[in-house]
């Protein structure tokens, strides 16, 4: 249990670092998804999931506006859906995917 707390507590920072990185204008907010979260990465050292994350909260906090990465960010969230939703379907199996 402490190390989920902890793991909470330093995305917490993570994307408050990234937040203001983003309104010191450090972070360019007009690049697309892939590009933000590599930036992300580079800056953070973090693997492309939590850069994800990271881009999907700034994004739900208004804080990462871009139009383009709103738009990448809903397709990769239907398409993690519609995968699940396959497996619960019994098209394919988990070890396929």
């Known amino acids: 249990m402490a190390d989920k707390q902890t793991g909470i507590n330093e995305d917490d920072e993570l994307i408050e670092d990234a937040a203001e990185l983003l309104r010191t204008g450090v972070f ?12 992300f990465q580079r800056r953070f050292r973090i693997g492309w999931n939590r850069g994800f994350n990271l881009a999907r909260v700034l994004r739900e906090r208004s804080l990462l506006v871009n139009f383009i990465v709103d738009e990448e960010i809903a ?8 995968v699940k939703q396959m497996i619960e379907n019994g098209v394919f199996t988990e070890r396929h995917v």
């Open 28 to 39: 360019k907010n007009d690049l697309n998804l892939r590009k933000t979260i590599t930036m």
């Open 75 to 82: 397709d990769e969230l239907q398409q993690k859906a519609d």
